[in-house]
């Protein structure tokens, strides 16, 4: 393990921010904090860069012990890369300056190689000598990236690197960015409350919430398998559905029959996940439901629907099938994991 | 420097800047009998008087000025306006006594466009340039400047969008002026003019030359003329008072920014003023230029010349004590300055913040006031010194009253917010990211200091340094009240020139510190230039 977080907690005058949050990253592996803002992400991420003490558990990295609760080995010493949010470039540095700041102790060559190779890995050798007020924002998002990674830290760590972008280059510098830390074999963790970007970028995301970790699992997993509502509700569209157990083992929702995902007693109340793409549209389909609002999607129209029964659901709709509010359509279940959770009583 | 010895200083600056408050006010506790009674009935409604009229006149004086001149060059385009808009600025370099005696020795019945008239043409009206209307005219003149940087700011940073959307509901844009650009400048206007009356309150030099009875001089007068310090503080609390009004007005002026922060938008196109109107703006701005630096510093040339014999040692010895007082004041102040920033950077505690702004209020306090409350504590301490000396049979030196360090405490205290200011904006821009990115980059604190902190400090610290650098060359009452012995500077020398009505000796020290005074305008000038190319790329 290249990162392993057990069990900790950080607490700022008898506030909890963090508790029993763990974790574990494999060398070269990208791991990313997910959740709304105020979950205790950035502090996570902070604890690990050694800028919070813990109050319970222990960081390591690379097997070494950094911080265990009265003892924090200094920011300066853990060999962690970070990349903050605001990029917090040196204005009075170039380019160039910037990524050599951590590179101190080289000799001139090899300073200088380094700072090659790492503008190399960005791509922007061509802009080497200016500074960062000359840079667009991309470009500077990619300086620190190259600033952070150039004394070859044993972990990088980024807190929400991409949200001072516009959404295109967003998309395009996660991609790149992924890229660019799998070239270079880094294990990476990343902070940021965008479940797209977190799924474009990470092996491992973990979905934070009221200061601990509820998932930590890879993309598809938490979206196919959340373990928890809180899971279920923050991670893609749905809308639970309650259902109730039946004698054979399955599953009675409103509008059909569902095999169990685990085994429960007959009778026992449950609630549904179902996402917008486990409902069919079928015009030949008995059930009909009303729809209630859309939102037109380019490729496809995601429908708010509502049953007879009262239940609301949501489908995603090949946008030729264009219907107006307040018209009932035919819809089926057409689901291939089915998540149940009892209901709350 | 940790975190203790910060809070130990701020709490000894908070405790200097205290203590001569402290001391003007208890001067209540032990009333002079006969002395206030005659105080009471003759000096201080006249002294009242003579300030409120001050503070009026000045008043509306620098708004007129600073406004119009701010609309005519922010918003308009008539000849000369590129020149005119920095050229304005210029009076900023002349203190107020400087130009009080200049106007004297211009306008007098014996000065040369008297004499010339009546060369000309037999006689020659009155200028009643002595009196309350002349002070009024040269304060004026020197302090506009105050309200012409900050309007011509809001002017320029409030962007066409307002106006844009009043001409869209139907005004004009002399309309637009009135109901729209001048109501959204007015908090800045407000904290311009506020400045103003703080430096009318606290002016020494300009009213002396008048022989204009103000607080600042009745305590002089007070302190030298009947050297009863009881009144001298007397008077002090009560020009105190008169200062805490204005700074509670600028106080209020800053919030209201706050909350009206004019987002910038895009320079408005300038108004292109008919053809009469374009020479009549050029006029006005030439005018006030003239009269404010152009015709004064000629003047001030031509005297100096004609006394240029008094270019001898002792003008050099003059020279060199402003230039150590000012040294060795900039240097104290700076670092002061740098330790309160660094005090107040991260979140302090709530006791130490309020500490820490507290002293920057210091600049409101009148030099006067603080000669007079730090005299007293001085002279007390050196006598208890003095009694130890003599307890061990040793006849010890004063150790504080008569020496420049006290001089330097009442420094600190009046310029320490000159000195923090600078240094406030350059760190403004190291965020906690940056420290803690260098930190991540495996820097120690001190070597992000001197890789970091140094390189983004170094404008603003020099910026610091060149600003309390001249003004204590150009501070007059502090230097005057408190000066050792023999320590005359060039401020005292003109003062000493001016009450002997000698104009052309008192001009070769003023040229120097109108020279002096021109660096800071210009160092201003090149920033608000930069600011503006940065903003236009």
Redesign the interface.
Known sequence: MQLEVSDIQVAFGGNTILDHLSLALETGEIGCLLGASGCGKTTALRAIAGFEAVTQGRILIGGQEISRPGWTLAPQRRRVGMVFQDYALFPHLSAAQNIAFGLRHLSRDDKRRRVAEMLDLVGLAAVAHHYPHQLSGGQQQRVAVARALAPDPALLLMDEPFSNLDVELRERLSVEVRAILKAAGTTALLVTHDQHEAFAIADRVGLMSDGRIEQWDTPYNLYHHPRSRTVARFIGQGVLVPGEVLENGRIRVPMGELPAPMALTAGTAVDVLLRPDDIIHDDTSPLKATITAKAFRGASILYSLELPCGTRLLALVPSHHNHAIGEAIGVRLDTQHVVAFPASA | MSKRQQTLIIFALAALTLLPLAVIFSSFASPQGDIWAHFGEFVLPRLMLNTLWLLLGVGIGTALLGISLAWLTAACEFPGRRWLTWALLLPLAVPGYVLGFVMIGLLDYTGPLQTLMRDTFGSAPQIPIRSRGGVILVMALTLYPYVYLVSRNAFLTQGKRALEAAQTLGLSRWQGFFRVALPMARPWIAGGLALVLMETLADFGTVVVFNYDTFTTAIYRAWFGMFNLEAASQLASLLVILVFLALLLEQRSRRGQRFSGGSRGDRSERINLGPVARWLAFAWCVLVFCAAIAVPLGQLLIWAWQSRADMDTRYLGFLYHSLILSLSGALVVVVLGLTLNYALRRSPGRLINAAGRFVILGYAIPGTVLAVGFYLPVTWLDGLWMDLGRYFEQRWQPLLGGTITAMLLAYAVRFLAVGYHPVEAALH?I?A??D?????????SR?TLT??HL??LRGGIATAAVLVFVDIMKEMPITLMTRPFGWDTLAVRIFEMTSEGEWQRAALPAVTLVVAGLIPVLLLMRTTEETSTRNAT
């Open positions: 821009r965020t990211n940056m803690e990115a260098a930190k991540s980059l495996g820097s120690s070597d890789r970091v390189p983004l």
